[in-house]
């Protein structure tokens, strides 16, 4: 399907005027992120000879040790992008997400409703939330087109883009279940101790923030939804609704059986339903383990065999690729701080500018700039999180406040990374240009919001 040519008409000033010069630069000049892993790399290592004692010997070294540092982490990463997307395109999913865009009664209705689900769906897992949003808005689109409803299709892309502004304040959140796994590479940071999830994803004040982000934003896409009689870009009429892809193997063999049967992947999902049980039932704690495993239990309970497993796997799969080559090149960022000791002369730097009203402000606002270089939230704590820590160990502030608010800032400025909006964009059959005039208002409305929580927890 070609790109869509949204109409210069639409009642959305953010589409106009000011975003244009955005939208061109990010076109132009914005590399991939694996070359912006290179850069980085490079730019760590001549700071590294600028700020500290270390030779080229050391940083190299430094940075070759480094670059396995990471190889669990990595794979937690990989598993929440592969099992998000895979329990997004299992059969019961797709037939919850045709339901779901049967609600909508109007446009404008459609575009609050599109963030929503998508919000609540990357709260559960960014991956989920990512292929939900758009896969909504598709289906939306599809359906209202037949019942004569006259959606703006772009609009309906952006606003189940915008759902994942929260996903690292939830379920999946990277950076928090990281500071709650024992043994993570947060933990020299944390003087050897973890940070439960009761005090960053589940504490009162980001529940609050989760609520006020939804609300904020749920308002302005009302207000920027297209007036009546306002000329929209709908949904080309060639294009229909995807539906689930049948997975049709040929049964011929006792082990063509076998795998074309549900028992064997239903008993490993029950067993890992009761491990579950059993771990919190015993005290245990929400890791980044826990988490894929919950999710993968989900997915096992629903779906049909092993051949429809394989086939969702093989589709996912591609998603994770950049992951497993961006990750040890952070990891190698990492190893040139740690080794040089650019972490204390980045950390001291931020210690002299902020105080503990300000910190987490301002934690928020170069976390949101970082992110522009790491787009991947993992990959930012990596390089960015023992900074922060370490500066907020000095100046007294809580470890929490320090880890939400690199949080906050990466999945803040998403908005206007492309990045991530690129397995939504292609689903959806449009470009960045197309959407970002709305994003950015996500951008502006939950910034707003975020800060004044940081801003609150800190007095």
Not at 115 to 136: E, K, M, P, Q, R
Not at 234 to 246: C, R
Not at 382 to 388: D, F, S, T, Y
Request: with cysteine; glycine share 10%; charged share 10%.
């Amino acid at each position: 399907m070609s790109a869509p040519k949204p109409s210069t008409q639409v009642n959305a000033a953010a589409s106009k005027g000011i975003m244009r010069p955005v939208n061109r630069f990010l076109e132009q000049w914005i590399p991939s992120a694996l070359t912006f892993a290179i850069v980085l790399t490079l730019i760590v290592a001549v700071l590294a000879f600028i700020f500290t004692d270390a030779g080229p010997t050391d940083v190299v070294t430094g940075w070759g040790e480094g670059l396995a540092g990471l190889l669990e982490f990595m794979t937690q990463m990989c598993l929440i992008l592969l099992l998000g997307h895979i329990l997004a395109n299992t059969g019961p999913v797709r037939k919850l997400l045709a339901w779901l865009a049967r609600v909508p009664g109007n446009a404008t209705f459609a575009y609050v409703f599109v963030f929503v689900v998508a919000a609540l769906a990357s709260l559960i897992t960014w991956g989920l939330g990512l292929v939900v949003g758009a896969l909504l808005a598709r289906e939306i689109a599809v359906q209202s087109r037949e019942r004569g409803i006259k959606v703006h299709f772009p609009l309906l892309v952006a606003a189940g883009y915008s759902g994942f502004v929260v996903w690292h304040m939830g379920y999946s959140g990277s950076g928090p279940l990281t500071a709650a796994t024992p043994d993570s590479f947060l933990s020299e940071s944390l003087g050897g101790k973890t940070v439960p999830v009761s005090e960053t994803i589940f504490a009162g004040w980001n529940l609050l923030a989760i609520a006020g982000v939804i609300i904020v934003c749920a308002l302005l896409f009302l207000l920027v939804a297209p007036k009546a009689g306002a000329t929209v870009y709908e949904l080309p009429a060639a294009v229909s609704s995807e539906g689930q892809s049948e997975v049709d193997e040929e049964v011929v063999t006792p082990a063509d059986r076998i795998d074309a049967s549900r028992i064997l992947t239903l008993v490993v999902g029950l067993a890992l339903v009761a491990y579950l049980i059993i771990h919190f039932a015993q005290g245990g704690g929400l890791t980044l383990d826990i988490v894929n495993w919950s999710f993968l239990a989900l997915i096992l309970l629903l779906v049909r065999n092993p051949f429809e497993l394989i086939h969702l796997t093989k589709e996912a799969a591609s998603n994770v690729g950049e992951i497993l080559l961006q990750f040890p090149l952070y990891a190698g960022i990492l190893g040139i701080m740690s080794s040089t000791g650019l972490i204390a002369v980045f950390s001291d730097a931020f210690v002299s500018i902020s105080n503990t009203t300000t910190f987490g402000v301002l934690a928020l606002l170069s976390a949101g700039l970082v992110n522009f270089f790491v787009p991947s939230g993992g990959g930012q704590f990596a390089v960015q999180g023992p900074i922060m820590l370490d500066a907020a160990n000095q100046l007294g502030v809580d470890p929490s406040i320090a880890i939400m608010a690199v949080s906050y800032g990466d999945q803040w400025t998403n908005m206007l990374q492309p990045f991530w909006a690129l397995p939504v964009l292609a689903i959806a059959g449009l470009k960045m240009r197309d959407i970002l005039g709305y994003t950015v208002i996500t951008f502006l409305g939950s910034g707003v919001v975020m800060a004044a929580a940081l801003l609150l927890v800190s007095l």
